[in-house]
């Protein structure tokens, strides 16, 4: 063994490319856990209101304020939920908290344009005050989201959407860490996504302190 270098455990190395679309999907989901989940909620420019639940999401700047969403298609069409994002260009993103875990599930039913998944699954409507876009009434986190970008990750697959988060609403009821904006994740209680139709709740929180900047 040369010097830096140390015995690895058996393993087995798959390369992805040779794989079922399937396959990938199913080790990619299974292994990039937990993902939080965006409830993205969106009206469509006859005034459906549309509500979805999105994994591939994720936080990416502070400054400008930017999150991401992949959005995939349905037979070869895209969901009702790009499309309303494309023609309106604002949405909310709902935090998914236990307490809205079954609605979100709902909500993710594979129905037409013209049905309001706010309906379907039971779940309050509020309007946005700065963007044009519904929430989920009671929703302890909402972010209100402006459009600023799309990627095409591939021909006919997914679409990632870029937007800026222009405000964020927060319960009363959703204390700020003392002296920070920090907010308490045991309060907040969110719940995101393993693999398939597994999810995980908030399990014990662990504190570390980063090393000392040089
Ligand atoms: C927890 C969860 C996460 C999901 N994540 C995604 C995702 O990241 N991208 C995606 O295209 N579909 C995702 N889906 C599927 C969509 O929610 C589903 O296709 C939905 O019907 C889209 O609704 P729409 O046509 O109203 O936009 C997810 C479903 C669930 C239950």
Redesign the pocket.
Known sequence: MSKGESRDVESRLIHTEGLRNRDRYQLLTSLVVP?P??W?S?RSPDGVP????????AALSATPLLIG??????RGAA??????IREIGTFCVNI?TEHHLEA??I?????P?EVD?FQVAGAGMAEAEVVSAPYVAGCPAVFECSVREEVALSEAG?VFVIAQVVAIRLSNDLPLLAGSFFVDPEVLRPVS?LGG?S?AKLGTVQSIARPAPR
């Open positions: 993902r989940i965006a993205v969106s549309n509500l979805a639940p999105f994994s591939y999401f969403v992949s959005i995939g298609s349905r969901k009702d939920t790009l499309r309303n998914v979100m599930n909500s993710s039913g594979d129905h344009p998944e997914n996504r139709e999810y």
